[in-house]
Nanobody
Framework: QVKLVESGGGSVQAGGSLRLSCAASGYSISRYCMGWFRQAPGKEREGVVIIDHTGRTSFADSVKGRFSASRDNAKNTLSLEMNGLKPEDTAMYYC?????????????????????WGQGTQITVSS
C-alpha cells in the first residue's frame, strides 16, 4: 500500500524559510518521479519541484533560486527547502509519487498522471 506522509508545514513571515519532508512507504521511490505540488485556494494544482529517477530536477519558474529539493532513495524520503518565502507561496503543499522512469519535466507539468498524493501540509506566508 503506497503511502506518502508530509511533515514540516507552518506559518512564516515573508523572507523566511521552511523545510518540508515526505516519507514514502509501500514501495521504493528510486524508479519514480518524486516531488512537490501546491494548490492555493481558487487555483489549479501547480508542480513546484520534481526529482526524477536520474536525480534531475524540474522547478516551477516562480520558485527557481529560492527552493531546493533532494531525495534519499535509501531512506525513501524527499525533502523541500524553501527560502525567501513570499506571500504568493501560500498554499497546501502535497508530496507526490509520479511515473516510473519519466523525466522530471514531464512529471511536473502533468499532474493528471499522479496517482498517489500525500495528505498535504499548509504553508502560510504573511507579509
Amino acid at each position: 500500500q503506497v503511502k506518502l506522509v508530509e511533515s514540516g508545514g507552518g506559518s512564516v513571515q515573508a523572507g523566511g524559510s521552511l523545510r518540508l519532508s515526505c516519507a514514502a512507504s509501500g514501495y521504493s521511490i528510486s524508479r519514480y518521479c518524486m516531488g512537490w505540488f501546491r494548490q492555493a485556494p481558487g487555483k489549479e494544482r501547480e508542480g513546484v519541484v520534481i526529482i526524477d529517477h536520474t536525480g534531475r530536477t524540474s522547478f516551477a519558474d516562480s520558485v527557481k533560486g529560492r527552493f531546493s529539493a533532494s531525495r534519499d532513495n535509501a531512506k525513501n524520503t524527499l525533502s523541500l527547502e524553501m527560502n525567501g518565502l513570499k506571500p504568493e507561496d501560500t498554499a497546501m503543499y502535497y508530496c507526490a509519487k509520479g511515473l516510473e522512469y519519466y523525466s522530471a519535466d514531464y512529471c511536473r507539468i502533468n499532474p493528471d498522471q499522479i496517482k498517489y498524493w500525500g495528505q498535504g501540509t499548509q504553508i502560510t506566508v504573511s507579509s
